[in-house]
């Protein structure tokens, strides 16, 4: 992604203590500024969803609203496409 001048990853998912956070993880150490979407993102109980959060947070990760993802889009960037991250496979959903 980084060939295709991607500098920028939002993710959302299920388990924010396994999936979201190992591509989390995955995205800080190839350099991408990375943002998650809090009510986007699940887990098997909102105790294990604010951990994995919160430990994600503390790696310099924005966590967003899903308001403030609407209106990210809503400004219209020209730049901006919607993929989605499923088991490290990449899909290619909008542009």
Same mark, same amino acid.
């Given at each position: 992604?980084?060939?295709?001048?991607?500098?920028?990853?939002?993710?959302?998912?299920?388990?924010?203590?396994?999936?979201?956070?190992?591509?989390?993880?995955?995205?800080?150490?190839?350099?991408?500024?990375?943002? /998650?979407?809090?009510?986007?993102?699940?887990?098997?109980?909102?105790?294990?969803?604010?951990?994995?959060?919160?430990?994600? $947070?503390?790696?310099?990760?924005?966590?967003?609203?899903?308001?403030?993802?609407?209106? /990210? /889009?809503?400004?219209? $960037?020209?730049?901006?496409?919607?993929?989605?991250?499923?088991?490290?496979?990449?899909?290619?959903?909008?542009?």
């Amino acid at each position: 992604m980084n060939a295709t001048g991607i500098k920028e990853i939002i993710i959302v998912g299920l388990f924010a203590e396994g999936c979201v956070t190992a591509t989390t993880l995955g995205s800080l150490h190839n350099n991408f500024h990375t943002t /998650i979407v809090k009510e986007a993102v699940a887990s098997s109980s909102d105790k294990k969803r604010l951990i994995a959060l919160n430990k994600i $947070r503390s790696n310099k990760v924005k966590v967003i609203h899903s308001f403030q993802l609407l209106a /990210i /889009i809503l400004k219209g $960037r020209n730049s901006f496409h919607l993929r989605i991250y499923t088991s490290y496979r990449f899909h290619y959903i909008l542009s």
